[in-house]
C-alpha cells in the first residue's frame, strides 16, 4: 500500500495537493479495519505481557492508547469482537491498573479510559472501582505537580473528565484544572506551554535555553501530539459551564492555529516541529494526532472546515497510503521517547518497540474523519 507520487524527489506540488480529495468513507473505514486486523491477529491474547527490553503488564499507557482508538472505531463500526477484545483486556488484569491504584502516574491511569468507556456500556462495578480509587486520591490531595511531561495531559485528563461527569462532580474537574494549569505554567519554571507560539515543550529539560539544531524551540511532534488530543477529548465530555471550559478551548484552537503551517506537503508532520531537518521525515504517530485533533475540531464547530480539510485530507492520504502496509502495519511510527531523536531511524518499514499507541492514534483520527460531513 505504499505509494510514492513523484515530482522531483518525490514531493507533491501545491497544485496536485489542493486537486486531492478525500478517500470514500468504505475506504477510510477499510483501512482503520485492516490496521485493526493486523493488530488483533498478532495480540489475540490480550492479557499476554509485553517484551521489549523488558517485561511489562500489557495495561500499560502504549497498549492504553490502542484501546482508545478501538473504542472510537466501534462507534462507527460496531463488532462484537471489537467489544469483546477490550473486555477480554479489562478481565485478564482483573480491571486492574498496571501498577496498582496507588500510583498517582498518569501513565497508569491512561487504561482508565477504556476501563471507564466500558463500564458506561455494562455498568460493572469492577470495572470502575480500581481507577476512580485512584483518581480519588489524587482529587483528595493537595499535590498539584504530577504531571511534569505533558503526555500526562492525554493520557489522565479524559479520566478525570469522565469520571465528573459519570458523578456529577465538579471536583474531578477542579482538580483537572489544578494539575493542568501546574503543568501548563510552572513545571520548567515558567510552564511547558510557550504561549507565543502555542505548543509544548515535552518536559523541563526540553525549555530555553536548550535548543534544537537550528536554533529554535525544542517541540517534539508527538508530544504536541498528546496536549492536542488531551484538550480535544477533555473538551468533547467537558460541560461548558465549567469555569476553565474557555481556556482549554483557546488553548486547542491557538494550538491548531500554530500546527496548521508547520505540515509538510506529504501531509506528514516532522518528529521536529521547528526544524525539519533534525531527523528528517514522515513520522505518523504525531501526525496522526494532529490530525484527529484537526478534524474532531471541525465536527464540533470549533474549526473552520475549508481552512483545515486540506490539511485533514492531506495527513489521511498520506498515512493511508505512504503509511498502512498491505498487511496493515503503520510503518513511520517513532518509538517511545522523548524527543526527535527516540526510536530513530523512523522508515516506512521500521518496527517501533511498541506497536500499539501509533495504531491507536490513527483509529482515533480515521473516526473522526469518518465523520465528517
Not at 478517500?23 to 477499510?30: E, M
Not at 505518523?284 to 485530507?313: M, V
Request: charged share 25%.
Amino acid at each position: 500500500m505504499k505509494k510514492w507520487v513523484a515530482f522531483g524527489i518525490g514531493i507533491l506540488t501545491i497544485t496536485q495537493l489542493q486537486a486531492q480529495s478525500l478517500s470514500s468513507k468504505n475506504k477510510i473505514l477499510s483501512s482503520m479495519q485492516l490496521a485493526n486486523q493486523y493488530f488483533m491477529d498478532k495480540w489475540p491474547d490480550a492479557g499476554k505481557t509485553i517484551i521489549t527490553n523488558k517485561e511489562r503488564q500489557s495495561t500499560i499507557w502504549t497498549r492504553s492508547v490502542y484501546y482508545e482508538g478501538l473504542m472510537a472505531l466501534n462507534t462507527i463500526d460496531p463488532q462484537l469482537k471489537y467489544y469483546d477484545y477490550a473486555v477480554q483486556w479489562g478481565e485478564k488484569h482483573k480491571w486492574q491498573l498496571a501498577w496498582g491504584f496507588k500510583s498517582l502516574h498518569a501513565d497508569n491511569h491512561c487504561a482508565g479510559q477504556t476501563y471507564i468507556d466500558l463500564y458506561l456500556i455494562d455498568k460493572k462495578e469492577e470495572r470502575i472501582k480500581d481507577i476512580k480509587a485512584s483518581i480519588d486520591m489524587m482529587v483528595n490531595a493537595d499535590k498539584k505537580d504530577d504531571w511534569s511531561w505533558v503526555d500526562a495531559l492525554q493520557m489522565a485528563m479524559p479520566v478525570f473528565t469522565k469520571l465528573g461527569v459519570i458523578y456529577n462532580d465538579t471536583n474531578y474537574f477542579r482538580k483537572m484544572y489544578d494539575l493542568y494549569s501546574f503543568t501548563k505554567n510552572q513545571h520548567g519554571d515558567n510552564g511547558l506551554y510557550n504561549r507565543n507560539d502555542h505548543l509544548w515543550w515535552r518536559d523541563k529539560d526540553f525549555v530555553p535555553p536548550y535548543k534544537e539544531p537550528n536554533g529554535k524551540n525544542c517541540y517534539w511532534s508527538r508530544g504536541n501530539g498528546w496536549a492536542f488530543a488531551a484538550l480535544a477529548r477533555t473538551l468533547s465530555l467537558l460541560p461548558k459551564s465549567d469555569s476553565h471550559y474557555a481556556e482549554y478551548l483557546q488553548d486547542f484552537k491557538d494550538m491548531a492555529v500554530a500546527l496548521l503551517p508547520l505540515q509538510r506537503t506529504d501531509g506528514f508532520w516532522n518528529v521536529s516541529l521547528m526544524d525539519p531537518n533534525h531527523f528528517e521525515g514522515k513520522e505518523t504517530s504525531g501526525t496522526a494526532l494532529f490530525t484527529y485533533g484537526f478534524a474532531w475540531g471541525i465536527n464540533e464547530g470549533i474549526l473552520d472546515k475549508k481552512k483545515y480539510a486540506p490539511a485533514i485530507i492531506k495527513a489521511w492520504n498520506g498515512m493511508s497510503t505512504e503509511a498502512l502496509h498491505e498487511n496493515g502495519k503503520l510503518g513511520y511510527v517513532q518509538g517511545t521517547g522523548k524527543e526527535p531523536k527516540d526510536g530513530q531511524p523512523v522508515t516506512f518499514d521500521s518496527v517501533p518497540d511498541f506497536e500499539d499507541y501509533g495504531l491507536g492514534a490513527f483509529l482515533l483520527a480515521g473516526t473522526e474523519i469518518y465523520k465528517l460531513k
